[in-house]
């Protein structure tokens, strides 16, 4: 796949300034651009790479001006960044292969129906009266269970687990190994110590626009659902508890957990490892820093959290710079109560 | 599945108070009640939503007395709680559909033997020489190496990958994608700076009445076992390092990880995100905070622990308290070191 | 399988005190001995159990002389811990069963090649154009997309999911549940607070010698690739994110977090449940404790660290030795406030 610079500026609706006839047929990052490549410039910090890459051309900002003479064909847009994206996009429809038809083996229970244009991958299962909508692609070794509700466009990755009850919507997509309604952790402890399990008799529903990152688990809840709202993104080897709630376009990053009965607002950014106590209800617009602990709800929109446990995220800096002097201030105090004690005996011998 | 208020009271051994005829299809929680469902309330905490519930029923403990008219009928037993699981466990062994039989393709090695009364899904696989208890359900995509020995009554969900030589007892339950029996973290450092890695010949047990939640994984011993005792509950994306021992009973939330051959007792309770560093021995009834970091040996039987490194729950309550204030509490230290300062300069001009 | 004590002696090149015609039919820790197994003394630790264990041998340095009688038979060697290592090896190559050949229903999609003495297990997938060498093993249910090369000796167990265009390298293992290649975690932000997905073009490459544990996820580059290098071993339950390079044998515990294109340099040793901010560096030879949060750049080569946020260890356990005192630290300044405060008081009324 080879297109001109000019091409690409058409394209992008863009102006050229350089040789818009050379021929690009891969994409690249600026430090990494060699002969042939495209690339962008949208963070400053990457600018002086602009002045020594190899790569052919090179999408800026029409507010940009170059400090110096650069080897590349330049292509000004509005916005550089978005503008290399939709490139990307471009591509990847281009060169991905489309997976379409049904492999065999692969089982279908009785009284499930799915749609047109499935993707049916060896191996794939799906359990009894289930409903798949168009368009919807299972990759080799999925599993869904019965009575499951899938919509349109989704894509259920290699190994993927959905299990009975469940529902996801469109657009969505679940990437490989990821488990949907497991068993949520509930027991009732017995008089002899022991635990008997709380059957758990809900289930998960994934809105639209839904991403879900490999080896994530969202249990089902104990009643009713657990709710993964319109375009929530979640990353790799995420715990999502029994009933809890993610709300719309929430991002939360990998190995962050979620207990029970925890309702996340909407348009809320979480970073990694994060740990969520049960029984919150967290503002919409909440940030929490990576590794943070949060126990506690938060009802302000807009809030910023950092720490475990998690506490606003100006006041937890200030402690932790106090934190790392710590030492000094420990012989500080001690320097002031020696010194405290002399003057007394100074003071008792007048 | 239809009953009355008036059956459901028969069959909890509790006493109604409103209209016994009204028909139940549905459990709910009592904030989320419609016409049709019944509910419980335990904590009192909710006892603000009996009040105004749309749910038909709602079962109470036989202790309380209501502040105010309540819509719903009343059933009143010893225990709400338990009466009410009680409850959705029969609703669930009612709804839930039994699978049953062998489904084809499936796997089953030379030499190996399966119980009476066996589920084994499609493209579900036991190697060779295995020995597979009666009424035990193997999802489809779920692995079973060579030598492994499974008990009756317990549960293999889709997906679940259990090694060589492992053992797992009866009335178990292993939630989609659980591995057990992987090969343990060890590697000998060569002189060139390389690893090698060490044989891992070990195995893993579960006793009876185990349940380990999705994707955790628990490796295989070096020598010897990896042991999850009886009746311990491990949630979802946790791991388990060769050599360790779970105690009876234990229970551990998500995302927690046990270094290798550490010994954690009976009835421990451990939060989720917690570390445990290896080689440790943590007595009974401990109970170890969330994203706690475990690095010394617990001696006395229910310590109750918290942070990371993690010390004793109350004294790193106050610790904590304290590190809130840092800033201020360094403030106070340079307001008295200015105080005692210009007292001393005012001393020595006396 | 069956040795006496000389014979073990000989193959170790080591000499034996006490009966080298006592056979030897398994291997144990020195504290688990019992008849018939040999093992080993190499931490000094462990001593005390060389007068009591029911071992029938026991390797030992030659450095080494007891402090009392052994009812176990010594068998003297340069180094006790590799001559174990050693046998292990052994007894691992003996009993191991030989996965080989070709199970069926397995899948190898168009224009894919596979090596000699390959096993493809049931219910495997390989894609089209995939190029796998000799003597692979490809375990049941293992899951290889379009374009993949794989070197040889490779081992990838049960329920391993590799994606499209990934490259894995010579003598690697793929420990159960796997994730190679997932799409990374990328998404641009939309003027109506929703994200849309940014096209994962790269590909994730292990080079050769590399071990990922159970159920670890490495996602692909956004460009380029990610990269772990010669004889990384990384631990279960991991996450590699988009363009992050780990580099020469440097090792991983487990569930460990690394974000996009973060590079992690050679040799360096990573503690369980660390996570790594986006973008940095961190210098060769670089050791992290366990829990900890490095959101720096590491320059110099053999730093310590601990800590979330992290810093250098001594500094970090100084700060964490005041921590635990705080709450008499504060006492400790109300009370020179105090005295300060009386001090002032009495001179005033001087």
Known sequence: MEFTVKQIAMLLGGEV?????????????????KPGCISFLSNPKYEPHLYTTQASAVIVDRSFTPKMAVPAALIFVDNSYSAFTRLLEEYHQRIAYKRAGIEQPSHLGDDSEVGDQIYRGAFSYIGRNCRIGHNVKIYPQAYIGDNVRIGD???????????????????????????IGSEGFGFAPQTDGSFKAIPQLGNVILEDFVSIGANTTIDCATMGSTVIRQGAKLDNLIMIAHNVEIG??????????????????????????????????????????AQSGVGKSIKEEGTSLNGSPAFELNDHFRSLAVFRKLPQLEKRIHHVEKHLNNQEQHLNHK
Chains 1, 2, 3 share one sequence.
Do not use: W
Not at 153 to 179: E, Q, R
């Open 17 to 33: 300034d350089g040789d818009d006839s050379l021929v690009i047929n891969q994409l690249a990052k600026i430090e990494e651009g």
């Open 153 to 179: 466009n989704t894509i259920i990755h290699s190994g993927v687990k959905i299990l009975d009850n469940s529902v996801i919507g469109n657009y969505c997509t679940l990437h490989p190994n990821v488990v």
């Open 248 to 289: 719309k376009n929430t991002v939360i990053a990998a190995q962050t957990g979620v207990s029970g009965s925890t309702k996340i607002g909407d348009n809320c950014i979480i970073g990694g490892q994060v740990g969520f106590a049960g029984h919150l209800t967290i503002a919409n617009r909440t940030k929490v820093g």
